[in-house]
């Protein structure tokens, strides 16, 4: 293939990927398999890395993300983002409309819309290009988030039809519940502390620094207003609908109501519907439908008159409390769990609440038998908001968080600044092994098949794992026969585990498969605190071999791109324990895989035997791309910079201590363009 077919092909794929991105993202009408999508981006991407000079800024490949962000720049509005009036009154809502009728008289309409429970976003469209997105800010003034809001596939990069030369449209980026609970169960498995809400997840991934990370956390976006100089529209209602033809995503429901009653009939409406939404609403959004009247009616300083928004009430239930557990997860981290008298909350029977932490206690001053209430807003585990202390017994003593592990009785401590408590007793505390034996087998680990639903704890009660390398020394004759009930903790039914032959048949045969799992998904697999999947593999790319990386020393983790201060600790404390050293061994000697297979097609040998460091950002490819251009033309890729290394790529940011470490040792650093030329164009 020639540059000009490259370049056919490619405007051919980024217009057929456009296209099915909006009919998935945007209509929710999907025409094509999500297999055969990742083959048309996977040919999209491999031809921009082939031809990098044809990748253009609104590429489909760019919703993959790779852009690393050091600092958002802030930048100002053209228009002020103000905020809306909140009201929890329906009077104050009937005030609203009695002051705007007052003022432009009663030929006035209103457009009701569901109010986002999300992070606000403000999009500049320029000739049918997001050319930028920043975030509210302090209204005047906002962050420039651009290269990670593009990742987000709800949102056009290019718009189709008759668009204005330039607009600003506006809307809110939000977590669906389905992948905020996903977030939170990988965030659990990698012993990080978990987003109370959707909304903090969603405002947290926005301000992630790498946009590939932002990238696999699948946000979404509605867009509910325009703003510009040269619109045509008479009513805000026409402009989103003529929205939704340019590509945007514009919720279908919203109504024009003509009078008070409406309104309220709207808002009862969905007071009662939203629970059956697959994101969050925390209220209505009532707005002057006509832009003239809009334009009349003007703003205050810190919202617009011509809308208000009526904000439901989270949905609480009063309840007793009957005990508090304390769970010891697979990193030691005591989580307080609350047992209530069970209760009717937003559709479901709620037994159990969330009390995070011994902070949490002390803030609510819980007392035994205390009457609380629980609130099920937008958390998606209910959580104890606030005590009825005026029913509390008088006999009732306070709940005070353990001073010892519930389960190996080992004194716990807690890090600075960190609100939770830890068993420091790893190698020997039973849910902290059984834990870390459950992460090893799952899924997104080493897949290992038919050992999930209590036969961790089966097998680790009769003595035959206590960690991950025993799993390599089971045999046919340990496994057939066990049997155990296991008893229900929620008052369910006690259930049998057991293993049968064909169970036990599968188990060996999935162990054995699990040797050819990569190693990024065995470093991911030992449960190393803070080596989630991304991290995993952003170490195996730097460190080839589980050798190099036991031998890292802090300097060259952090020097990793994504790898701070508390991750590079976490590793070195994990290498340096004799127990995790013969674990490997022992997993080693088993046959499991602790060196990267180079996976590049090799193109030519104008870098061999060359070490090149890959720092900052750049514009006509992204980091993962020039390292894999660096392999594929027989160079190496090392993280940090010494004698050794014989070039430094570098892009716009390129951290200062390794450019004066660079001119120190007199080693060449070489922009993209002559990066380029070196491997022939």
């Known amino acids: 293939m020639n540059v000009a077919e490259a370049k056919s092909r490619i405007e051919q794929l980024t217009n057929e990927i456009n296209r099915h991105n909006h009919l998935y993202y945007v209509l929710a009408e999907p025409a094509i398999s999500d297999y055969q999508f990742d083959k048309l981006l996977e040919e999209l991407i491999q031809l921009e890395k082939q031809y990098p000079e044809l990748q253009k800024a609104d590429s489909p490949s760019q919703r993959v993300g790779g852009m690393v962000t050091k600092e958002f720049e ?80 709800s949102i056009p990069l290019r718009l189709k039809g008759n668009y204005p030369e330039s607009f600003e449209i506006r809307g809110e980026i939000f977590y669906p519940n389905e992948s905020f609970r996903q977030l939170n169960a990988s965030r659990e498995a990698d012993g990080l502390n978990l987003f109370a809400n959707p909304r903090n997840a969603a405002a947290g991934t926005l301000k992630l620094q790498n946009s590939a990370q932002v990238a696999r956390r699948k946000l979404d976006c509605w867009l509910y ?192 600044g960190e609100a939770a408590w830890y068993c420091p007793n790893q190698q020997a505390c039973p849910p902290q ?73 599968n188990i060996l045969k999935s162990l054995e498969l699990s040797k050819e799992i990569p190693y990024e998904r065995v470093l991911f697999a030992l449960g190393i605190r803070f080596v989630g999947e991304t991290v995993a593999k952003r170490l195996t790319e730097a460190f080839p071999s589980i050798d190099q990386l036991m031998q890292a020393d802090h300097n060259a983790l952090i020097g990793v791109n994504e790898i701070g201060e508390r991750i590079a600790d976490s590793v070195i404390t994990f290498f340096q324990h004799p127990d995790n050293q013969l674990i490997i061994s022992r997993l080693k000697a088993h046959g499991l895989q602790f060196e990267a297979k180079n996976t590049s097609t090799r193109i030519s040998n104008s870098l061999e035997g060359k070490n090149i460091v890959v720092s900052g950002i750049f514009k006509k490819f992204s980091r993962d791309a020039a390292k894999e251009m660096i392999e594929q033309h027989g160079g190496k890729n090392t993280s940090s910079i010494s004698a050794k290394t014989d070039y430094v790529l570098a892009g716009d940011q390129m951290g200062p201590a390794k450019r004066e470490k660079a001119e120190k040792l007199g080693i060449p650093i070489i922009d993209e363009d002559a990066f380029l030329a070196l491997i022939g164009g």
């Not at 469209?125 to 420039?144: I, P």
């Not at 769990?337 to 932490?357: D, F, I, M, S």
């Not at 045999?475 to 293993?499: C, H, M, P, Q, W």
């Open 74 to 153: 802030t930048v100002p509005h053209r228009y002020p983002m103000l905020s809306l009036s909140n009201s929890y009154s329906e009077q104050e809502i009937v005030d609203f409309d009695k002051r705007v009728r007052k003022i432009i008289g009663d030929e006035v309409t209103y457009v009701c819309e569901l109010k986002y429970d999300g992070v606000a976003i403000s999009l500049l469209y320029e000739k049918g290009f997001l050319s930028r997105a920043v975030t509210r800010g302090d209204g005047s003034k906002g962050d420039d988030v651009t290269a990670n809001v593009k990742t987000i596939r």
């Open 225 to 416: 207003y325009m703003m510009g100089e040269n619109l045509t529209f008479q009513t805000h209602y026409e402009s989103l609908q003529q929205a939704r033809e340019w590509g945007f995503k514009v919720s279908p429901n919203m109504a024009i109501c003509a009078n008070i009653h409406e309104i309220f009939e709207f808002i009862h409406d969905w007071d009662t519907a939203r629970s059956q939404l697959p994101y969050d609403i925390d209220g209505i959004v009532i707005k002057v439908n006509s832009f003239h009247l809009q334009q009349e009616l003007g703003f205050t300083a810190k919202s617009p008159r011509w809308a208000i928004a009526y904000k439901y009430k989270a949905e609480e239930a009063n309840t007793r409390l009957l005990s508090v557990d304390f769970q010891v997860g697979r990193t030691g981290a005591v989580t307080p769990v609350a047992n209530l008298e069970p209760v009717l909350l937003a559709g479901t029977t709620v037994k159990r609440a969330t009390l995070h932490n011994a902070d949490i206690i002390a803030q609510l001053d819980l007392h035994e038998k205390d009457t609380v209430v629980i609130e099920k807003g937008g958390e998606i585990i209910p959580k104890i908001t606030s005590v009825l202390t005026e029913l509390r017994l008088p006999s009732s003593k306070k709940v005070r968080f353990v001073e010892n592990c519930p389960e190996c009785r080992t004194p716990l401590e807690r890090n600075e």
């Open 433 to 505: 092994i059984k834990g870390r034996i459950e992460h090893f087998i799952s899924r997104k680990a080493m897949d290992i098949d038919s050992l999930g639903e209590g036969k961790i704890e089966l097998l680790f009660d009769n003595h035959l794992i206590k960690n991950p390398a025993d799993l390599y020394d089971l045999r046919y004759e340990d496994l057939f026969g066990l049997e155990k009930i296991i008893k229900a903790t929620d008052g369910g039914n006690d259930r049998k585990v057991s293993f049968r032959e064909k169970t036990s048949q």
